[in-house]
Nanobody, 123 residues
Framework: QVTLVESGGGLVQAGGSLTLSCEASEGTFSTHAMGWFRRVLGKEREFVAAINWNSHPTYYGDSVKGRFTISRDNAKSTVYLQMHSLKPEDTAVYYC????????????????WGQGTQVTVSA
């Protein structure tokens, strides 16, 4: 089990960029695959990106492919989500999640979750 804390959310104009971070503690981060998900109020949580414990492979949701990049630094126990060309529809609470073994695009396979960080993209 790992404890996850996201940071880096905020308000940005459309077309801008943000980088989210998720730092893990109380566990062996380097053995965990990591994922990013997001939730818009009143909607289901949506898969954004995932990365294996060794950084390969990576997976992206269709709505963010080509604009977002997931990466990790096992020495810092941190996973990142670089977001570029942001759109108002990217506005959501972003969550990081961890699971043992390989990365997954399905939230039900993740065991540990952070508290989320709000990203708001203004038009």
């Amino acid at each position: 089990q790992v404890t996850l804390v996201e940071s880096g959310g905020g308000l940005v104009q459309a077309g801008g960029s943000l980088t989210l971070s998720c730092e893990a503690s109380e566990g062996t981060f380097s053995t965990h695959a990591m994922g990013w998900f997001r939730r818009v109020l009143g909607k289901e949580r949506e898969f954004v990106a995932a990365i294996n414990w060794n950084s390969h492979p990576t997976y992206y949701g269709d709505s963010v492919k080509g604009r977002f990049t997931i990466s990790r630094d096992n020495a810092k126990s941190t996973v990142y989500l670089q977001m570029h060309s942001l759109k108002p529809e990217d506005t959501a609470v972003y969550y990081c999640a961890a699971r043992i073994n390989s990365a997954s695009i399905y939230e039900q396979y993740y065991d540990d979750w952070g508290q989320g960080t709000q990203v708001t993209v203004s038009a």
